[in-house]
C-alpha cells in the first residue's frame, strides 16, 4: 500500500489505522489478514482492500477476483481454478488449502516449561546484596524478555503475522513479574486477555506463547486462542479470558474446589482497573468472603480501562479500598517497582495460603501502548505519558542494580542483544510451526467430545 484516501465520519481513527499498513508496506492481501471483526470500524478499511481485489463482502467490488489470487509470488502453488471459486468474490476452503505447504512446514515440540524461580521469595533475597545477584539477575532478564517480547509481537501484528486483537504487557512488567513469581507451581492462575507476560512469567515456552499470537498448531491453545486465550494445565495456567472481569466467577469456583478438597493451594485471579466495575466483580470478592476461600485478587491499575481513565469510571478512586466493602485486608503497591512488588506479594500470598482468606493487592502502573496494538492512543497527553515513561520499571530497575554495583551498562546491553536473538528465534519458531488443520476445528472445543463424537471429524466447512 502506498496510501489512502478517506473521507467521512472518524476519519481520524481510519488514517490511524491506514498509517500502520503503509508504514509497514502491507499489501492488500496482508491487510485482509490483518484486520478486525465484523462490524468494527476498521473493517471499513479491510473492506476496501478487498474491493480493490473483488473480494468484497460489504460493498460494491472495484475490480474482478482476479484469476491469480491466492498464489503466493515467488511459488509455484497453482491459484485456485474458476469451479473452486463460489459467487462473487468468495473462495471455498479448498481453493485456499494449497497456500500451506503443510509438509513443508516445520513442526517441533516445543521446550518443556522452565518456571522461575523455584526458591521462596523473602526481603532477604531481594536485598541488593552480592549473594543475591544471580536471582536479582534472572528477574530483570525475565522483564526484559516480555519487553522485547511484546515489543516484537506488535511489529508482527503490523506485518499481519497476528490476527484478532492483541494487548500488550509494554510497561506493566513489574505488576507482572511481581504478581505472577511470588506463586507456587501447584497455586492457579486466572487472568485478562493482556496475558502474554504473565504466561511468559509462569514458565510457559514463550515460542509456544508466540505461536498461539500465530494460530499456530505449537501455540499454547494449539493456535485456537490466540492472543486472549494463553492456556497450560500443566503449569495451571487457566487462560486468558477475553470478557472482562469473566474469569473472576470462575476463579472463585477453583478456590472453592480446592477448600473442598483441603488442598493448600492459592488461586490467583489477575485482573484491569476496569475490571472493578464489573458486576462479576462484586459477586466474585463477596462469595470468597463469604466461604473463606484461598484467593489472591490482583488487580493490575494501569489507570485506564481502554480510553477512559480511572477517575471517570469507578466511583472509588482508590481501587483497593472497594475490597473493604467485603471486609478483605487490602492493599497498594507500586506497580513499577518490581522488589515492592515481589515482596508485598510474598507476603499476600503467604497469608491467603496460610489461612484461606481471599485478599486483594492493587499494583499501580502505567501501559505504556494503546489499549491493544490497533489503538492509536489519542486520549492521554504528551506530558503524562512522559512522565511515566520516566518511571519506566525496567530503567528503575536497572538503575538499582547499577546503584548497588551487581550489574553495569555494559551488562545490560549484553542482556538486551541475547534476548533480542532470542525473540528472533522466538518468531522463526512461530512462523515456521504448522497451521492447525481445517478437519481438526471442533479438536480442544470440549474435553473428549472430539475424540467421542466421529462426525465432529473431518472438513467443518
Ligand atoms: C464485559 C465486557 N465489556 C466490555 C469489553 C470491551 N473491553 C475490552 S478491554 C476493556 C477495558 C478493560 O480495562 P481494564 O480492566 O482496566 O484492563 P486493561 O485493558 O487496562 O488491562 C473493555 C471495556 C469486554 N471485553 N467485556
Ligand atoms: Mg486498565
Redesign the pocket.
Known sequence: MLGVHIIGPRATDLIAEATLAVQNGLTLEQLDLTMHAHPTLPEAIMEAALAAQGRAIHIPNRSRLPATWGAPATSEVPAPSSRERTGEGRITPQATLPLHNREQQMVAPVKPPTPLPATAITAKKLELKKENRDFLLRIHRLMQLIRRFEERAQEQYTKAKIGGYC?LNIG?EAAVVGGILPLKLNDYIYT???EHGHAIARGIDPRAVMAELFGKETGTSHGRGGSMHMFDAKLRFMGGY?????HLPLAAGAAWAVKYHQQKDVVSCL????????GAFHESLNYAKVFELPVLWYC???????G?P?EAASAVKDIYKKACAYDMESIQVDGMNVREVLLRTSEIVGKVRADSQPRFIEALCY?FKG??VVDPDKYRSAEDKEKFRKADPIVAFEHELEQSGLADEEYFKAVRQEIDAQVQDIIKFADESPDPKVEDLYKYAYAGEWEERQELRGNPL
Open positions: 494487548h506493566e485478562s486477555y493482556r477475553g470478557i472482562v472481569g469473566g485482573f484491569g482497573d476496569g475490571a472493578t466495575n464489573i493490575v491499575n494501569n489507570r485506564y480501562g481502554m477512559t480511572v501501559r489499549h491493544s
